[in-house]
């Protein structure tokens, strides 16, 4: 099992930016897919961005499409998520999530998450 630690949030205003990183244990990075995803107050956790081993592919949900981008570094066992033209509706805690698989098509993939951070809380003021 991979542990996982994110990184990078914080408090920023409306169209600035952050960086997301999330560092993973264990000498198995490579073979995980790995997502971000978030969670509101008051709202359901949703998925927000996912890549697979190799960063062969990536997927994105609709609402970040274009402004957020997902990104791994094998070496650095970790995955980051720049984030930018911030919107207020982006304010959530940010999780970091793993699945141990090399499959490259990643929506089916995204109910399977099964290692996931503590969170890193991202506000975006207006």
């Known amino acids: 099992q991979v542990h996982l630690a994110e990184s990078g949030g914080g408090l920023v205003q409306a169209g600035g930016s952050l960086r997301l990183s999330c560092a993973a244990s264990?000498?198995?990075?490579?073979?995980?897919?790995m997502g971000w995803f978030r969670q509101a107050p008051g709202k359901e956790r949703e998925f927000v961005a996912a890549?697979?081993?190799?960063?062969?592919?990536?997927y994105y949900a609709d609402s970040v499409k274009g402004r957020f981008t997902i990104s791994r570094d094998n070496a650095k066992n970790t995955v980051y998520l720049q984030m930018n033209s911030l919107k207020p509706e982006d304010t959530a805690v940010y999780y970091c999530?793993?699945?141990?698989?090399?499959?490259?098509?990643?929506?089916?993939?995204?109910?399977?998450?099964?290692?996931w951070g503590q969170g890193t809380q991202v506000t975006v003021s207006s």
């Open positions: 999530a793993a699945e141990r698989t090399r499959a490259t098509e990643l929506l089916p993939l995204l109910p399977d998450f099964g290692s």
């Open positions: 264990g000498r198995t990075f490579s073979s995980y897919a």
């Open positions: 890549i697979s081993w190799n960063s062969g592919s990536t």
